[in-house]
């Protein structure tokens, strides 16, 4: 294959965190292990460990290979000259260019009388991946916890529904590129060296539009209203984003479709709060209950009730932990943390009175003493 000009650009050793020296084992080894740490499933709201996974891959597709590392390695070796293609990995018959749409085929086009004219033919495009997207989502409380399956509304660019992305008017279909016969590049020979350069008729694509499609003027593209399915995973976050692969913007001249991100927004529940994978929930007690002990009877999120042994002298502010009951992930489930606090009565009947009155009586010392005060 014909060197890249990342390859100049890029050191995929140093990406993968290997010596030169490495053998295809190791390189292998040390990929695999930065997949797992990277990979966008398991950093789904860390967009740089997105990035990192790509350049990662980028390094694998080139070094990971034998035939390709070879080439890569007698490449880098050129140094800066590397990257003008003299003395390539082609041999010494001359070099090969594929500028496609960098800026130095521009350069190197300037210098042989090739350079770009003011209003000439545009930069080929060549297969392009959609745009990423992003949209909002509001849940309540117990779908977060439990999951569900909605959809989502959108507003994007999305394949044309009348040529279903091809660009060209129905019972017509796009041409091959009569000045490049497809290969969307076209080759000149001058001497010692080969270019390789987009066709300007069909910009880099190798088809052209001869009947454009009415809805989308032949780019195969048109803004419009869809609605986009999603799964949200048992005890999704407030804020995470969930990010549906595939589901963006669509691509272009034959690129993939980019992918949605979806964020969750959770509403607060009247009863439960949250605290990571333990759902919290708060049940006032009455002093005598408190002082005395109890059974209390409590609801939980799937709306079984369970009973809770409330002992003697139970303190406000104590925590009971009720196993199970709490917020599913992929590690399994939280508990029911539920807090007792003890209420004190504003307005006291005369029994009342007499009976806490009796109470302050019989007690003997003060909370406070060791206060010294």
Aim: with cysteine; proline share 9%; hydrophobic share 30%.
């Amino acid at each position: 294959m014909a060197p890249q000009r990342e390859w100049f650009e890029k050191d995929y050793y140093e990406i993968l965190g290997v010596p030169e020296s490495a053998s295809q084992k190791e390189i292998t080894r040390a990929y695999r292990k930065l997949a797992r740490e990277l990979h966008p499933d398991a950093n789904p709201d860390n967009p740089k460990a997105e990035e990192r996974f790509k350049e990662v891959s980028a390094a694998y597709d080139v070094i990971g290979d034998e035939a390709k590392r070879k080439e890569y390695d007698e490449v880098r070796k050129l140094g800066p000259l590397g990257g003008m293609g003299f003395g390539g990995p082609g041999g010494a018959g001359g070099a090969t260019f594929d500028f496609g749409a960098g800026d130095l085929g521009d350069l190197l086009g300037g210098l042989f009388g090739r350079a770009r004219r003011p209003g000439g033919p545009g930069r080929g495009t060549g297969p392009r991946r959609g745009a990423d997207l992003e949209t909002d989502l509001h849940l309540s409380f117990r779908e977060a916890v439990k999951g569900v399956t909605t959809t989502v509304p959108l507003v994007s660019d999305a394949p044309c529904s009348t040529c279903h992305g091809s660009g060209a008017r129905p019972g017509s279909a796009p041409q091959i590129c009569p000045q490049c016969h497809g290969r969307g590049v076209l080759e000149e020979n001058q001497g010692l060296f080969s270019f390789s350069t987009p066709c300007p008729a069909c910009g880099g694509r190798g088809t052209i539009i001869v009947d454009p499609c009415p809805t989308c003027s032949g780019t195969g593209v048109e803004r419009r209203h869809r609605e986009v399915r999603v799964r949200i995973p048992a005890g999704v976050d407030d804020g995470q984003r969930i990010r549906l692969k595939g589901r963006g913007g669509p691509g272009r001249n034959g690129g993939p479709p980019g992918d949605l991100f979806v964020r969750v927004h959770v509403d607060r529940d009247p009863l439960f709060g949250r605290a990571g994978r333990n759902l919290t929930l708060t049940v006032p007690i009455t002093f005598d209950e408190a002082a005395l002990g109890t059974r209390l009877t409590v609801p939980t999120l799937d709306g079984e009730k369970v009973t809770l042994k409330i002992p003697a002298g139970t303190p406000s502010g104590k925590v009971f932990r009720v196993k199970g009951r709490g917020v599913p992930d992929r590690n399994g489930v939280g508990d029911l943390l539920v807090t007792v606090q003890i209420t004190v009565p504003t307005k006291l009947s005369p029994e009342q009175r007499e009976a806490v009155e009796a109470f302050a009586a019989a007690s003997s010392g003060s909370p406070r003493e060791h206060l010294g005060v």
